[in-house]
């Protein structure tokens, strides 16, 4: 598990790391049609790792002082804007910053749009640093981890996936793809990795 969540912080971290920095480079600014989808997903994938339970939950005293503001204000973005969009927050002076904006044009009709809370271009350097310290963090912590359980096992070419199962077991089972199964009975489907390879546990945790 531990092994996991570095594995799956570095793999979020990376993405809106190369997501901040298209927008730095190609100079996008909010009135471009793609600073919304590129700002959106890079602060989505930004909070993932801080949004998992528990077990997996990639841990916030690692995050360095001085970019535990620009942090904040990535999750607050994250959960009042993006990923949800909050009506009542956040608020700056007293003026809500999500907003259902209404005009009214002459002939009566109404024109509608929704204005909500961004990162600012000014904020996109922090961003960037945020972004490629923790996926530095996230990456010595996983090597610590394959250097622990790993380092005197060779593993054959081929593709495999971490076994989350708790106990003894192999930190590698081989992988098993989804097969082509409608989304409404994945439910009743869901096996555990040990269950997959017929292994009992992990080392990983």
């Known amino acids: 598990m531990e092994y996991w969540r570095f594995q799956f912080a570095k793999l979020c971290f990376a993405n809106a790391q190369h997501l901040i920095q298209k927008l730095i ?22 909070a993932r790792p801080f949004k998992q339970k528990r077990p997996f939950r990639f841990p916030e005293s690692i995050i360095p002082k001085d970019l535990i503001p620009i942090h904040m204000d990535l999750i607050i973005f994250r959960d009042k804007s993006l ?3 909050d009506p009542d927050g956040p608020a700056v002076d007293g003026n809500v910053t999500n907003k259902l904006v209404m005009q009214v044009l002459r002939n ?7 204005e909500m809370s961004f990162p600012s271009p000014k904020q996109y350097a922090e ?8 996926r530095k963090k996230a990456q010595y912590y996983a090597n610590k981890i394959w250097d622990k ?3 005197k096992e060779t593993a054959p070419a081929g ?47």
Request: hydrophobic share 35%; aromatic share 6%; proline share 7%.
């Open 25 to 46: 480079n190609e100079s996008l600014d909010r009135d471009d049609p793609l600073s919304g989808p590129l700002m959106l997903t890079a602060v989505v994938d930004y």
């Open 83 to 85: 990923a949800h969009m």
């Open 108 to 114: 009566g009709k109404l024109h509608l749009g929704m």
């Open 127 to 134: 961003m960037l640093r945020l972004t490629t310290v923790l």
């Open 149 to 151: 359980y790993m380092a």
């Open 159 to 205: 593709r495999y996936e971490v076994n989350l199962a708790k106990g003894d077991g192999e930190l590698l089972i081989p992988y098993a793809p989804w097969c082509d199964t409608p989304p409404q009975q994945l439910g009743g489907q869901q096996r555990t990795s040990a269950e997959r390879s017929g292994r009992g546990g992990s080392n990983s945790s």
